[in-house]
């Protein structure tokens, strides 16, 4: 748990130009970091979970005019789960009419209840098909109501700019403009802006959206943490074009995707609906990481919450130990970067002398530093100066385990650290963390030379690879005997 102290400057506010075009039709009110929108996978599996609840009522209900096997009980709320997501009945699009939804939770239904009626009247034969069919009317109306009650949920979430996915299009050509009107038409995505290197011949503007700068811009722009992916048009045949783009974009840590000028205009259609339809199972990637995600999120809060507790009173200790060693406040706070670039402000416990903080993080911490107070030196020693990020975690802001949140213009050997490795910006891919991966493999304390950054970034960017949520529990394990058996690091 290393410490790495940095800038404190302020957010810029993205509304920098007041005119309503230089916002465009398809930005909403109020953006949301990719970081505090809802996750898609999550919601769709508590939807789920929903309609298991609603059948087994279904089933409850129908029981009281006839008894019901087990197959009917157990068997059809579950295949009937099965058939809903194997149809694709929670993807939720804004753009499938409602005759057809409503139409695939009936015949649902009915495919469960017939499935699992004929298993029960093959072990029973005095089972009636009037318990299958009382069985498959209460299920279709528990699903009716269910997902009448996800449609509003839905509705209020997108209004809200938390589901609806933002996009960044980089290349102002006709498929660019096609997306856009496709978008406008939609409204499935949000579309905040246009970089294109050809700014003079674009204009200031395509199809509504706003041109906010040339590729290089896009590289450090403070509207990343907002975007959920960058997608690039370009021509198909363009395909040194292609590479160049993709080369300039690799320290981006956001998704891209490529959206090519096809000359076979079904197949670009086809591309373009990929893109476009963000369902409510592909806001957050990929479905099969979103159970490690919320199994991680369940770790942080539990240990985080119960360490607060068990902690309180040395976490009181501390603060009045360093309020009575040195004048000035008991808590540090620094901008650090968090996941997709969002800048977050990291607590600490101070360990310095006020009038010696470097917040622009030009000199990192040595050993013998005279800026370190006595009780500084121990806290830092034992990285009980590190607790009050604790808060962090339980905000969401961090994770127990992930890369450490370094400076914003962290210098290393005189040059910006995010500067010396070009896939820095990819260890904000996940959230920080409190501890990980380089930590308990000998990268803790400062990362005072270029040497150092790029072990740290390759470390880090390993765990990115690899994470899985038995791998976070060792890290966790192997955080505290790593601290105690190094007496050598700068902390």
């Known amino acids: 748990m290393a410490d790495d102290t940095g800038a404190h400057r302020a957010v810029p506010d993205l509304d920098v130009t007041p005119a309503q075009h230089r916002r465009g039709p398809l930005r909403p009110e109020r953006l949301q970091s990719v970081r505090t929108r809802v996750s898609g996978a999550g919601l769709a599996r508590l939807f789920q979970a929903g309609d298991l609840a609603g059948l087994a009522l279904a089933s409850l209900v129908a029981s009281r005019s006839m008894i019901l096997p087990e197959a009917m009980w157990l068997g059809a709320p579950v295949l009937a789960i099965v058939l809903l997501v194997a149809t694709g009945a929670y993807a939720m699009s804004a753009r499938e009419r409602t005759r057809r939804r409503f139409g695939r939770l009936l015949i649902a239904a009915a495919a469960a209840g017939g499935g699992a009626g004929t298993l029960s009247g093959l072990m029973d034969p005095t089972f009636p098909a009037l318990g299958c069919a ?79 700068g040339k590729t290089s811009d896009l590289i450090d722009h403070r509207i990343l943490p907002f975007v959920d992916r960058i997608v690039i048009t370009v021509p198909a045949k363009a395909s040194a074009r292609v590479a160049q783009l993709l080369e300039r974009l690799a320290p981006i840590p956001n998704p891209i995707s490529l959206l090519l000028e096809d000359t076979d205009d079904e197949t670009e259609t086809q591309t373009i609906g990929r893109i476009a339809d963000f369902d409510l199972m592909q806001v957050s990637g990929a479905s099969e990481r979103s159970g490690y995600l919320v199994a991680k999120r369940a770790l942080d809060l539990t240990l985080s919450i119960a360490a607060l507790i068990a902690l309180a009173p040395l976490l009181a200790t501390v603060a009045l130990v ?69 808060f962090n975690v339980i905000a969401g802001e961090m994770s127990l385990v992930g890369p450490r949140p370094h400076a914003i213009g962290m210098l290393s050997g005189g040059a910006e650290a995010s500067k010396l490795v070009e896939t820095y910006a990819h260890r904000h891919r996940i959230k920080p963390g409190l501890t990980g991966w380089a930590a308990v493999n000998g990268s803790r304390g400062p990362v005072d030379t270029p040497g150092a950054v790029r072990r740290r970034v390759a470390l880090d960017l390993e765990y990115v690879e690899r994470q899985s949520f038995w791998l976070d529990v060792a890290i966790i394990l192997k955080t505290v005997p790593c601290l105690l058996g190094d007496s050598e690091a700068v902390r």
């Open 134 to 212: 009382a069985w498959v009317a209460a299920a279709a109306a528990a699903l009716f109501l269910t997902h009448i009650g996800w449609g509003v949920i839905i509705g209020g979430l997108r209004r809200k700019g938390l589901l609806t996915p933002n996009l960044i299009i980089v290349g102002g050509t006709a498929a660019a403009q096609r997306l856009i009107r496709r978008a406008t038409r939609t409204r499935d995505v949000n579309i905040l802006g246009i970089f294109d290197d050809r700014r003079d011949r674009v204009g200031p503007e395509v199809a509504g959206v706003p041109v906010l």
């Open 322 to 390: 360093i309020r009575l060693d040195s004048p000035g406040p008991v808590f540090f706070r620094q901008r650090r970067h968090g996941y997709m670039n969002e800048e977050i402000v990291v607590w600490k416990f101070r360990s310095m002398r006020v009038e010696a903080s470097d917040y622009a993080a030009v000199r990192q911490v040595s050993a013998d530093d005279d800026r370190v107070t006595k009780v500084g030196k121990f806290i830092r020693k034992t990285s009980l100066d590190e607790l009050p990020q604790i």
